[in-house]
């Protein structure tokens, strides 16, 4: 990033800060019991089991930079950075947050910070530069060491084998709408488990499959750049093969091993109460929510088509049902924020859109042929400064419907957070008074905490993120986390919502 670029950026986010101050002398918007929130009696009743695993969560490409050192060969997302146009403000991961380097300053924070889990990803071109072949040793020992250094903070490890940085190699072979991605994504899988599986025992296969292969096939937001709704499809098939035949070959190589999920979920609620909106709701669900799930749990895929899926343009061969089936030890899943979903009738579709990573814009003409419906991100609850409406009963709901659909089974909560721009602010003594992200997380986890009460099996949630990084093709203009980074200079700061944070994940409640 250039100075410029810094400039700007500390500017903003200071400015933030003071706004957030004087919102919150004045009149706090969750004070007023906004749409969506909960109440402070619940709040403070809000109890966690025993054992509960309080994490935070990262990813390689959004926070470890030495995106060329120790034979590292060159990911879709490098490619995408290094191009001219695709990131606000011309900025690339190639730096990021330095975690390669910094990496046992970070897990000294997290540990201050009374962390029991830390979900990282790992980046397939540092272990394998073009995708297949021999591992590269100086890859591996890297991430040995990270596991090392987790486990004597007391820190359990738990690994995101892909989130979303392929190697360009395999991208030059098709990428994933080539179906012989799964058998080498499995190969790779196989050599993580059996080189780090003494030591890591959660791996959760993909991080958010439906987003990367339809931000990336199907409308081209993201790398490499494509916009067919059948390079989508066909992309979506491969990974869920690849998931499952990940599945067996950690297991094969790893005894230990528990495999589960990270997948992105939005509660879809109907726009009315009619039967054409219900079923388009619960396609919406289908398609974007319990795609994969459904493939490994019961190899097959849920109702997310009008009428039968396509499977033709999906590649699918007859006997793929077994493969995709591989059902997970544990279901992952994330939440930001949710969607009222209509059915787009017989209009003719002109394709979704998307913006950030957690809210897909469709058309009032619906987003294909296939699925007919169109989703929309309401504004009823307050906007964070990434621009998502902030809903905490959509946690509430999706838990339960997740738990009630698939038997009770474990849950993770691999993601949630919030994107706010609050510095450091010299007049408090340089701290980060980010009380908004504090409410977000207090609201959020009272409402975990009743579907914990009332049944759901739920056993670690993951904050996004342990610190600010980079944020995809929006740069560095978002910051979700509980530690601010000066990208100048890397100088980490505990937020409030860090402290805050801390204190919750020691005493296991909310009112502290
Ligand atoms: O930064 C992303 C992450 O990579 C995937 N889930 C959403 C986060 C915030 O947009």
């Known amino acids: 990033m250039d100075r410029r670029q810094f400039v700007v950026n ?12 004087g919102i919150l002398s004045a009149a706090h918007p969750m004070q007023n019991q906004v749409p969506g929130s909960i109440s402070s009696t619940a709040v403070r009743q809000a109890r966690f089991p025993d054992g509960f695993l309080w994490g935070t969560a990262t990813a390689a490409y959004q926070v470890e930079g030495a995106w060329n050192e120790d034979g590292k060969g060159e990911s879709i997302w490098d490619r995408f950075t290094h191009t001219v146009g695709k990131v606000k403000g011309g900025t690339t991961g190639d730096i990021a947050c330095d975690q390669y380097h910094l990496y046992p300053q970070d897990i000294a924070l997290a540990r201050k910070l009374n962390q029991k889990s830390y979900r990282f990803s790992i980046s397939w071109p540092r272990i394998q530069p073009t995708g297949t072949g021999a591992p590269n040793s100086k890859g591996l ?9 987790l486990l004597a903070a007391g820190i359990r490890p738990f690994c995101t084998i892909y989130h979303w940085d392929l190697p360009q190699g395999l991208e030059d072979r098709g990428g994933w709408p080539n179906r012989d991605l799964a058998g080498y994504y499995a190969d790779y ?26 931000m990336g096939y199907g409308v081209g937001a993201f790398p490499p750049g494509r916009a067919n709704f059948g390079d989508f499809l066909k992309a979506a098939h491969t990974v869920s093969l690849a998931q499952a035949e990940a599945l067996r070959s950690i297991k094969a190589a790893s005894s230990k091993a528990t495999v589960g999920s990270a997948y992105g979920m939005a509660p879809a609620y109907p726009e009315t109460d009619s039967e054409a909106d219900r079923a388009a709701a619960a396609r919406y669900h289908a398609m974007n929510n319990v795609f994969f799930l459904e493939a490994a749990m019961h190899g097959r895929y849920p109702k997310a088509f009008v009428g039968e899926p396509p499977y033709e343009l999906m590649g699918f061969r007859p006997g793929d049902e077994k493969i995709m089936l591989a059902p997970l030890d544990w279901v992952g899943f994330h939440y930001y924020n949710r969607r009222i979903v209509s059915d787009a009738g017989g209009a003719q579709p002109t394709g979704g859109g998307f913006s950030g ?9 619906g987003r294909d042929p296939y699925t007919r419906f169109r989703a929309a991100m309401p504004t009823e609850g307050p906007l964070s400064e990434a621009g998502l409406e902030i809903w905490p009963r959509g946690i509430y709901d999706l838990v339960t419907q997740i738990s009630r659909e698939y038997d009770h089974p474990v849950i993770e909560i691999t993601e ?3 994107g706010y721009l609050d510095a450091p602010y010299e007049r408090a003594g340089g701290t980060v008074p980010d009380v908004r992200r504090i409410e977000f997380f207090r609201q959020e986890l009272a409402e975990l905490a009743r579907a ?4 759901a099996r739920v056993r670690s949630f993951h904050a996004w993120s342990l610190l600010d990084n980079f944020e995809w093709a929006n740069g560095f203009t978002d910051r979700y986390g509980l530690i601010y980074v000066d990208y100048r200079d890397q100088k980490r700061t505990i937020k409030d919502s860090g402290l805050w944070y801390a204190k919750v994940a020691a005493a296991n409640r909310l009112d502290v």
């Open 416 to 418: 949630s957070g919030c």
């Open 10 to 21: 500390s500017v903003t986010a200071a400015g933030a800060a003071l706004l957030s101050r």
């Open 141 to 149: 020992d890297h991430y040995s060491r990270l596991a090392d250094t």
């Open 452 to 455: 914990i009460a009332d049944g």
């Open 189 to 214: 899988a196989g050599i993580l488990a059996k080189h780090l599986g003494d030591r890591i025992t959660v791996w959760a296969p993909f991080n958010m499959p439906w987003s990367f292969t339809y």
């Open 357 to 365: 990573t957690e809210i897909e814009s469709d058309p009032a003409t």
